[in-house]
């Protein structure tokens, strides 16, 4: 990931039904690489998994992305870069996320996304691209906003 | 061999609970240990504190002696060990595997690696002794909503899966939402009956004509933003009408699917199992259906619908009938498909 993303991107992007977040998506994956962690905020029902389905497809998944929540994370290793889909909805501590081997994913070989990010928000690389996903003002509009850690300042 | 009889422990530690339970001739339950962090989940309002593999590190040893000990047996008389290897999370998997293939090193007992999924449809043959496949299976639970056809024990084909959000996980993230708590599959259940069905209509999502899969996330968000509105225009939400109404349209959609697939497939049983398999309005509205059709509806009895260690051992017991054994190289599988 690298800062072209948000120079090429308006932000906040307001979207105005699904098919807008795949092309959104789809623009952000163009720009990922392997070790890249997005981080997902949001109220339930705001399109986290929803996202997540866009950019696995812009990746080439091939298996259908189903909602992390049960098992906190899926593993897809189908696409063109591995993606790892964390929902740590169910945690309650930083250590959990430790004692599932959070880490490894982390620093791993493919792009991890994880919902409800902010419990380990201290222990994300300082690259992490962080993605806040709000209600629109219409039903089936979402804002979705870009903050990125070390470019905090100049967005 | 203990009376003349086989006898299988089955190990499971895939997600929340770890268990162990011993199982004579595949079918008959002698012990089924569940070490649940139910309660703590209840305190702590949905939110499992503990969830990591420590969890079931602590438990695992105790569990197994528990089992053993109720069944009447020793580790000198189990002919098979069974254990969960996937699908689930990948640390707690590690602990049952790691564990099984201790035991059956040290005391040279055969070993089978067993599909979670599978455990579940095996719940139903310790359950109802005659039940023999092939039939539809159906399975329920906060990680699952499958439609499944079970050729032959343990060997399935998947008919229809969720898109996104489980049935059991829209449930509890809706009953936290609506105030009911966890777990809310049965805080829903029980809200539900004392509420009228059809008094808010929830959107059933049937996807494309023809297709047995599910998705939740739709109709989860449908009654997310109903609470929101109804809360924001200051006007009370009856619970237990919420409740009725938003079960039903799980459930509406879940057995119709189910029962189709029957008819297409051309099956007169179908299996449900897992844990939402429990919910009451399920079973009736299940039931109802098929018999219309002339399908006959199993399902297991709350302690085999959650995740536990007798169905796991009765899984195993019919895979071994195969000759399929696993060696010590057995690993966990997170992402293990049906």
């Known amino acids: 990931m690298n800062n072209d993303f948000f120079k090429a991107n308006i932000n906040p992007y307001i979207s105005r039904c699904e098919e807008d977040t795949f092309k959104y998506a789809r623009n952000l994956a163009k720009y990922l690489e392997a070790g890249d962690v997005i981080a997902l905020s949001g109220d339930l029902g705001a399109g986290k998994t929803t996202f997540t389905k866009a950019i696995a497809e812009a990746l080439k998944v091939k298996e259908n992305v189903s909602s992390p929540t049960f098992t906190i994370v899926k593993e897809y290793r189908s696409g063109i870069i591995p993606l790892f889909h964390f929902d740590l909805y169910r945690l309650s501590y930083e250590d959990e996320f430790y004692n599932i081997g959070g880490e490894d994913y982390l620093f791993g070989d493919g792009i991890t996304i994880i919902e409800w990010a902010n419990l380990i928000e201290d222990i994300l690389p300082s690259e992490t691209l962080f993605i806040d996903i709000d209600y629109g003002a219409s039903l089936g509009e979402r804002i979705f906003k870009l903050r990125d850690m070390r470019n905090l300042r100049s967005l | ?338």
């Open chain 2, 1 to 338: 061999m203990l009376n003349g009889k086989h006898i299988t422990i089955g190990i499971e530690s895939s997600c929340d609970e770890t268990a162990a339970g011993v199982v004579a001739d595949g079918r008959e339950m002698l012990s089924n240990i569940i070490s649940s962090q139910i309660s703590i989940h209840t305190k702590f309002g949905g939110v499992v504190p503990e969830i990591a593999s420590r969890h079931h590190l602590e438990n695992i040893n105790d569990v197994i002696d528990r089992a053993l000990k109720e069944a009447g047996v020793s580790l000198n008389e189990v002919d098979l060990i069974g254990v969960t290897y996937g699908p689930g999370l990948v640390g707690a998997l590690l602990i049952g595997v790691a564990t099984a293939k201790m035991i059956a090193y040290a005391k040279n007992i055969p070993l089978v690696g067993v599909n979670h999924m599978h455990g579940h449809i095996a719940a139903n043959y310790i359950e109802h002794k005659d039940l023999k496949p092939p039939f539809m299976g159906l399975i329920v639970s906060g990680g699952h909503t499958n439609i499944v056809d079970i050729e032959d024990y343990n060997t399935c084909k998947i008919i229809g899966e969720t898109r996104d959000d489980a049935a059991g996980e829209a449930f509890d993230k809706v009953s936290r939402v609506i105030g009911l708590g966890y777990p809310g599959g049965p805080k829903m259940d029980r809200s539900a009956r004392d509420g009228n069905k059809n008094a808010i209509d929830f959107k059933r999502v049937w996807l494309e004509k023809g297709s047995y899969d599910f998705s939740f996330s739709g109709i989860k968000t449908a009654a997310l933003n109903y609470i929101n509105n109804e809360r924001q225009s200051g006007r009370d939400i009856d619970i237990n009408d919420f409740s009725a109404s938003f079960q039903e349209a799980v459930v509406d959609v879940i057995t119709k699917k189910a029962v189709d697939a029957c008819i297409e497939f051309k099956r007169d049983k179908l299996v449900l199992s897992g844990g939402v398999a429990a919910n009451t309005r399920l079973g009736e509205l299940l039931i109802e259906r098929a018999s219309k059709a002339g399908i006959q509806v199993f399902k297991p009895s709350k302690i085999l619908c959650t995740d536990n260690g007798a169905m796991i051992a009765s899984s195993a017991y019919y895979e071994s009938l195969k000759g399929n054994y696993s060696n010590l190289k057995l690993d966990a599988a997170p992402g293990l498909e049906i």
